[in-house]
């Protein structure tokens, strides 16, 4: 076999290696396999929204209850005949676990059954990879997929050999592994310089809006929970809301007005999930740690969920593991809406401190604003200023960037009682109120 054919050699010139064979032909159809004890078909509901995220089509579901997963193959060898006629009666070309698997289960169960096999981290990963628009967000998960990839690359190399075209199972020889790991290794290194200099960028952005001293909130919470429909409702961004997970990746930050008529940012970014892969936190870390430097987080729940209370804790778990434990956190019920009235009062027992909201219908958003605005820290320094009648600019931003406690309009200006941050009170301390006026 001349190079150039080698499916895997073609692959290595390609700007993400494994742009060309990870990609499942969409819709594959797919057969779905959990183990665990006491474990359901619909315990897999959620590897079926995922998968379906990812454009495969699921055709079956089999589950084993047993205590641990077999070490060398996953499911035990009755099940894995069971597997292996679901695939032949289904058609299916992939079989998909809701488990990371070892390498070595991986290449075991890939060489039974014949078929791609394909664990819950790739299968996540493999959905991000659709999802990534920005520079950045292709970068983090490229980089998730390469170290993802390097330890299992005998396996992918043979299931990428079976896919280049009928080539067999056979394997690809020492000599090849070493180059393509090298390779992948020196693309790993390139797109972690990369995102050290793209989170430079946005170190330097962050760095001024904290000078600004403009609160910052955080939304944050279980993918399709409602974070970009609650963005959408509070600001009109025009973000993208769908029925999928991980529908979206990128942050956006747009600003918003309190009730106070004070204004805050507020940014929506990447959800979480239930064992969410450790390549992924580690690659999106810059972006996940947004979330531990707002002032706020705002974690909205999808309450219409019967795993509501598994979500919440997931998503506790994340925020903690970034460094977000400590920011204080409104809770959010999204998706009322969809509840009974019981359902309510029941959800209002067991978080008494949650907001109940409907980001479809706006109802108690007003209430969540209200919340927001009592949680965020104040501006630290309390004026007395007589702006000038000229200097509307000044007032505009008082009013954009500070707390305005109270406001009268005199002859020589406008008497304006505020709390400011530093960088605006430097802007208008030389109109600080003379004591006469200010009585
Ligand atoms: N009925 C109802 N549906 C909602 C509500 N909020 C969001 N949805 C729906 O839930 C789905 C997910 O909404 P998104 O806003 O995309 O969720 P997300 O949390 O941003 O999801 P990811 O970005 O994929 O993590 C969409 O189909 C929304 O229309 C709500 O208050 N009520
Ligand atoms: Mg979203």
């Keep these: 076999m001349s190079p150039e054919r080698d499916p895997r050699t073609q692959a290595t010139t390609l700007e993400s290696p494994l742009a060309a064979t990870w990609r499942p032909r969409v819709p594959e159809k797919a057969v779905l396999v959990g183990v665990g004890p006491g474990v359901e078909a619909s315990d897999l509901d ?86 990534a628009r920005s520079r950045e967000g292709k970068a983090q998960v490229e980089l998730a997929q390469l170290t993802y990839l390097l330890p299992r690359l005998r396996g992918w190399g043979e299931a990428m050999s079976r896919l280049g075209g009928g080539i067999g199972t056979r394997g690809p020889g020492e000599t090849k592994l070493e180059v393509d790991r090298q390779h992948i290794r020196r693309r790993i290194a390139k797109l972690r310089r990369d995102l050290r200099e793209l ?50 990746l990128d942050p956006t930050t747009r600003r918003v007005r309190l009730p106070s008529g004070r204004e805050a940012t507020i940014s929506d970014t990447v959800g979480f999930v239930r064992k969410l892969p ?97 949680r965020l820290p104040r501006y630290p320094v309390r004026v007395e200023v007589l702006i000038p009648h000229d200097r509307g600019d000044l007032l505009a931003l008082l009013h954009r960037e500070a707390e305005v406690l109270s406001e009268r309009a005199l002859p020589e200006g406008v008497l304006v009682r505020a709390r400011v941050g530093e960088r605006v009170h430097a802007r208008i301390a030389r109109y600080a109120a003379p004591v006469a006026v200010a009585r």
């Design 46 to 131: 959620e590897l079926a929204a995922l998968a379906d995220s990812a454009g495969a089509e699921v055709v079956a579901r089999v589950v084993q209850s047993r205590q641990d997963p077999d070490p060398a193959t996953y499911v035990g060898k009755g099940k894995l005949e069971e597997i292996h006629r679901t695939l032949h009666e289904t058609g299916a070309e992939a079989v998909i676990l809701d488990a990371e698997l070892t390498p070595g289960q991986l290449r075991n169960l890939e060489a039974r059954l014949k078929v791609k096999v394909i664990d819950r981290t790739a299968l996540i990963l493999d959905i991000f990879a659709l999802h």
């Design 278 to 374: 450790h390549e992924l936190v580690e690659a999106f870390r810059s972006t996940l740690e947004e979330v531990a430097r707002a002032d706020l987080v705002l974690h909205v729940a999808d309450a219409a969920s019967s795993e509501l209370e598994a979500q919440i804790e997931a998503v506790r778990t994340v925020l903690a593991e970034i460094g977000a434990g400590r920011v204080p956190e409104i809770l959010a019920l999204n998706k009322i809406d969809l509840l009974a009235p019981g359902e309510r009062d029941r959800l209002r027992e067991r978080h008494p401190e949650a907001v109940l909201i409907s980001a479809a219908t706006g109802e108690g958003l007003e209430e969540l604003l209200e919340r927001a605005a009592e």
């Design 199 to 248: 989170a430079r960028t946005r170190d330097l952005k962050r760095a001024r809006r904290e000078r600004s001293g403009v609160p910052q909130i955080a939304i944050a919470g279980y993918t399709n929970a409602g974070k970009s429909t609650l963005m959408r409702a509070l600001t009109r961004a025009d973000v993208v809301v769908a029925d999928q997970l991980f529908a979206t």
